[in-house]
């Protein structure tokens, strides 16, 4: 007996942090992943420009909450599913990185680190800025997969956070 196994060339599989951002789960790629910490609130600073940062391992990184930056358009609202408002001064923060720069982003939670599979996003539905794919949870649901380098453009301005399409 003789079994062949063919895997499509659209799937990859890759170890994810599952996070929560603006009550939406949203999983980024480990290998841009370099910290995550709960902070409290006080110590995001403004500089004159009106750009907030933060301390973090003897240096200054800039700082977004993710939301300002991915937009998702639902119609329906998940209310408090994910549990992502906090009651206490705290804010959790995921620090991503692309080469040699390094952002702060402020999310709802952090969820888990798990194997995924990203599955590309094919014509003729253009692909959502700062989306890399989705990948499919055990229960059924779809989660996006944070590209981190956009997210990272869009930070800085090289990328429009939408090109005049909803995301969702």
Same mark, same amino acid.
């Given at each position: 007996?003789?079994?062949?196994?063919?895997?499509?060339?659209?799937?990859?599989?890759?170890?994810?942090?599952?996070?929560?951002?603006?009550?939406?789960?949203?999983?980024?790629?480990?290998?841009?992943?370099?910290?995550?910490?709960?902070?409290?609130?006080?110590?995001?600073?403004?500089?004159?420009?009106?750009?907030?940062?933060?301390?973090?391992?003897?240096?200054?990184?800039?700082?977004?909450?993710?939301?300002?930056?991915?937009?998702?358009?639902?119609?329906?609202?998940?209310?408090?599913?994910?549990?992502?408002?906090?009651?206490?001064?705290?804010?959790?923060? $995921?620090? !991503?990185?692309? =080469?040699?720069? *390094?952002?702060?982003?402020? /999310?709802?939670?952090?969820?888990?680190?798990? @194997? %995924?599979?990203?599955?590309?996003?094919?014509?003729?539905?253009?692909?959502? $800025?700062? !989306?890399?794919? =989705?990948?499919? *949870?055990?229960?059924?649901? /779809?989660?996006?997969?944070?590209?981190?380098? @956009? %997210?990272?453009?869009?930070?800085?301005?090289?990328?429009?956070?939408?090109?005049?399409?909803?995301?969702?």
């Amino acid at each position: 007996t003789t079994f062949t196994i063919r895997l499509p060339l659209t799937l990859s599989i890759c170890k994810a942090l599952c996070c929560v951002s603006d009550k939406a789960r949203i999983a980024f790629p480990m290998d841009g992943v370099e910290d995550t910490l709960d902070i409290p609130a006080k110590n995001i600073q403004t500089n004159a420009e009106g750009q907030s940062f933060i301390s973090w391992r003897d240096t200054t990184l800039p700082f977004r909450p993710l939301k300002e930056l991915l937009t998702f358009n639902r119609l329906l609202s998940r209310g408090n599913v994910y549990g992502g408002n906090r009651d206490d001064d705290m804010v959790s923060v $995921i620090v !991503v990185r692309s =080469a040699n720069t *390094l952002i702060a982003l402020q /999310i709802d939670q952090v969820l888990s680190e798990q @194997e %995924i599979v990203i599955k590309q996003f094919e014509r003729p539905a253009p692909k959502p $800025i700062g !989306v890399a794919g =989705a990948t499919v *949870l055990g229960d059924g649901r /779809i989660m996006p997969i944070a590209d981190v380098l @956009e %997210i990272i453009d869009i930070f800085q301005g090289r990328t429009a956070k939408q090109s005049g399409l909803s995301l969702w």
